[in-house]
Nanobody
Framework: VQLQASGGGLVPAGGSLRLSCAASGRAGSWNTMAWFRQAPGKEREFVAARLWSGGAVYADSVKDRFTISIDNGKNTLYLQMNSLRPEDTAVYYC?????????????????????WGQGTEVTVSS
C-alpha cells in the first residue's frame, strides 16, 4: 500500500487548506484511514479518522474546524481544515489500516495503523 499526501502550505491564521491522500495498492488495505500530525519537538498526534462504517472521529482540538472525508472512486482521503490556528502548524501524515475499526475501539494511536504517507507540511502564520 502506498499513501501519497499533498496539499500542505503556508496560510494565515483563520484561513483554510484541504489536504489529500491518494491510496494505491491492494484493495481492502485501507478500511480505516486517518490523519495525524507532528509539530516540531512533539510526538505524532491523532487528528481525525474515517471509519469503515462511514463515521468519523476527531481530536477535540480540531472538532468543528476540520472535516475528514473520502472519495472511494478515487481512493483518496481528504482533510478540510478551516479556521486554522498557529498551533495547527505541523507535518500532517495520512495513515491506513486493514482493520475495520469502530469508534468504540478508539483507533487514535500510531500503533493502530500499518501504512503511512510521507507527510505534508502545514504552516499557519499568526
Amino acid at each position: 500500500v502506498q499513501l501519497q499526501a499533498s496539499g500542505g502550505g503556508l496560510v494565515p491564521a483563520g484561513g483554510s487548506l484541504r489536504l489529500s491522500c491518494a491510496a494505491s495498492g491492494r484493495a481492502g488495505s485501507w478500511n480505516t484511514m486517518a490523519w495525524f500530525r507532528q509539530a516540531p519537538g512533539k510526538e505524532r498526534e491523532f487528528v481525525a479518522a474515517r471509519l469503515w462504517s462511514g463515521g468519523a472521529v476527531y481530536a477535540d482540538s480540531v472538532k468543528d474546524r476540520f472535516t475528514i472525508s473520502i472519495d472511494n472512486g478515487k481512493n483518496t482521503l481528504y482533510l478540510q481544515m478551516n479556521s486554522l490556528r498557529p498551533e495547527d502548524t505541523a507535518v500532517y501524515y495520512c495513515a491506513a489500516d486493514r482493520t475495520y475499526y469502530s469508534e468504540h475501539e478508539k483507533p487514535f494511536t500510531v500503533r493502530n495503523y500499518d501504512f503511512w504517507g510521507q507527510g505534508t507540511e502545514v504552516t499557519v502564520s499568526s
